[in-house]
């Protein structure tokens, strides 16, 4: 298993400036994902952040709004960048252990309120 | 097409019933499957894997149909703890990729 410290927990942002979300992990993972969840929906992934190089955005998220860091196997900073009502939604991080198959495990969740 | 769809709910079902929820996937290269379970203002938990050959773990059935590409969650004698929005997940790649279905809410009343 893994465990996962995530913070911090809620924000409210002011509109155009940045919040830098944190994610520690207990033991060294290859990967960890970034996910947004706004609300009433599912999960939708954002990037997949690897140690050592860039991180892989999907479709619809760009480096320069949310810039990722990932400077060793058990830490992962995301940045969400120029905030906007729109990116009011819970950011969370994830990452893959193996146990029961690919298991995901995930932090407690960043709940951000762009005003 | 949504990769992983769901029917959204929410279900509203008495203490004691029984419930289904269903889940189709369009990858037919799909590897492994998952129902997870995520209580209102927390993040996902795994709930159970589903395997092809049906699986059940207490009052919670999970089955899997590759040819139709479908699974599936039973929950018997429903509890008011069950209360909660089960997330159907797929892991299509290599790898350690998930993709999350758009979740079904349970509402369990008494």
């Known amino acids: 298993s893994a465990v996962i410290s995530q913070k911090p927990s809620r924000d409210i942002c002011q509109r155009g400036t940045s919040l830098t979300i944190q994610c520690q992990v207990d033991?060294?993972?290859?990967?960890m994902f970034w996910y947004r969840q706004q609300p009433g929906q599912s999960l939708t992934l954002i990037a997949t952040a690897n140690q050592g190089s860039e991180a892989t955005y999907e479709s619809g998220f760009v480096i320069d709004k949310f810039p990722i860091s990932r400077p060793n196997l058990t830490f992962s900073t995301l940045t969400v960048s120029n905030m906007s009502p729109e990116d009011s939604s819970i950011y969370l991080c994830?990452?893959?252990?193996?146990?029961?198959?690919?298991?995901?495990?995930f932090g407690q969740g960043t709940r951000l309120t762009v005003v | 097409r949504k990769e992983v769809e769901q029917d959204p709910g929410p279900f509203n079902v008495p203490e004691g019933a029984t419930v289904a929820f269903n889940c189709t996937y369009s990858n037919s290269a799909s590897q492994s499957f998952f129902w997870y379970r995520q209580d209102c203002r927390k993040e996902p938990k795994l709930l159970m894997s589903?395997?092809?050959s049906g699986n059940e773990d207490g009052r919670f059935t999970a089955q899997l149909n590759r040819a139709s590409q479908y699974i599936s969650l039973l929950i018997r004698d429903s509890k008011l703890s069950d209360s909660a929005t089960y997330l159907c997940?797929?892991?299509?790649?290599?790898?350690?990729?998930?993709?999350f279905g758009g979740g079904t809410r349970l509402m369990v009343k008494p």
């Open positions: 994830s990452v893959v252990a193996g146990g029961r198959g690919p298991e995901a495990f």
């Open positions: 997940v797929v892991n299509s790649w290599a790898g350690n990729m998930l993709t």
């Open positions: 033991s060294q993972v290859t990967m």
């Open positions: 589903v395997y092809s």
